[in-house]
Each structure stands twice: as structure tokens, then as C-alpha cells.
């Protein structure tokens, strides 16, 4: 077995430095994602029955971000991240459905709702032309969570968040 060359022995450090910072970047990222999402939902009063959902599932992504810069818990990790694609799929349905509920009540369209078709109807819910739900708020911690994935997926097995330690890429 032959020893490295300096030129490789460059790439592969070049290499593993590049995952690290990848790694970061993306557990940052959803991080952020994570805490603008809770600070839209506490600005708009977002608290009331259903409106919970997203505070528990933006709760279980920062859990799952810190597991996840220790290291800890891939399962879990994983089962959060669809989650929080699932929830926020059941969120996207939710503001749609609400939108569609109130299109009767809306100014211009109530008094031609019944006439309008079915695809009519829908169309201008998931548009918020009727309604008051934004349709794909709710996609905002599915990204947390993709990027969570993404971030558990490359991250370099022996290096934590804070650690300077840069070790080869783990699964």
C-alpha cells in the first residue's frame, strides 16, 4: 500500500472541509428557517385549536437540529424531518380549506360562489383570492425540516457543531 501524495492528502482535507461547512451551513439554515417561522406564528396570534400544530412541530425540528449537531438519535432525526413534511403538507390543506370555506362570505366572489366550478372554487382558495390563509406558510418548517435532512445526511461522523475536528464524511 502505497502512502498518499500531498496532493492527495490535500484534496481529501479540502474535501472534509468542505462537508463541515456544509454540514453547519445547512443545520443553520434550517435553524433559521426554524426561528422565522416562530416568530411569524407569534406575530400573527397563531395559537387557537389546530393553529398549535406548528408550534409543537417547529419545537420537535430544534429538537432534532440539536440532536443532530451531537450526533445523537438518527432515527428520531429522521422521523421528525418527514414530519415536518407531513405536517406541513396538513398545514397547507388546512389554510386551503379555510380559504374555500370563506369564499361564500367574499365580497366579490360570494355572490357568483355557487355558480363558479369546482376547480374555480379551489383555484382561488389555494390562491388566497378568497380567504385569508396564506396556502404555503406552512412549507416554511417542510423546508426546516429538508434542510435538517440534508444537513443529517452529510454529517461528517466526530464533528459536532462547535468541535474544529474535521473527519471524513458519515451517513
Known amino acids: 500500500m502505497r ?3 500531498n496532493a492527495e492528502s490535500n484534496a481529501e482535507t479540502n474535501a472534509d472541509r468542505t462537508v463541515v461547512v456544509l454540514f453547519r451551513s445547512l443545520l443553520a439554515l434550517s435553524t433559521l428557517s426554524v426561528l422565522a417561522t416562530l416568530f411569524e406564528l407569534a406575530s400573527l396570534r397563531h395559537w387557537d385549536g389546530t393553529q398549535l400544530i406548528p408550534w409543537l412541530m417547529a419545537g420537535a425540528v ?3 437540529i440539536a440532536l ?3 450526533g445523537t438519535a438518527r432515527s428520531l432525526v429522521w422521523a421528525i424531518c418527514a414530519v415536518s413534511v407531513i405536517g406541513s403538507l396538513f398545514g397547507v390543506w388546512e ?5 374555500y370555506e370563506s369564499g361564500p362570505l367574499d365580497r366579490q366572489l360570494g ?3 355557487d355558480s363558479m366550478s369546482t376547480l374555480g372554487k379551489w383555484w382561488n382558495a389555494f390562491t388566497q383570492t ?3 390563509s396564506p396556502a404555503l406558510a ?7 425540516g429538508g434542510l435538517l435532512a440534508l444537513a443529517r445526511w452529510c454529517r461528517p461522523d466526530g464533528v459536532g457543531v462547535l468541535s474544529r ?3 471524513a464524511p458519515g451517513r
Open 95 to 99: 389554510h386551503v380549506d379555510s380559504n
Open 165 to 167: 475536528r474535521v473527519a
Open 130 to 132: 378568497v380567504g385569508p
Open 111 to 113: 355572490p357568483k360562489w
Open 138 to 144: 406552512p412549507m416554511a418548517l417542510a423546508l426546516a
Open 3 to 5: 502512502a498518499p501524495s
Open 68 to 70: 443532530t449537531a451531537a
Open 62 to 64: 430544534l429538537v432534532a
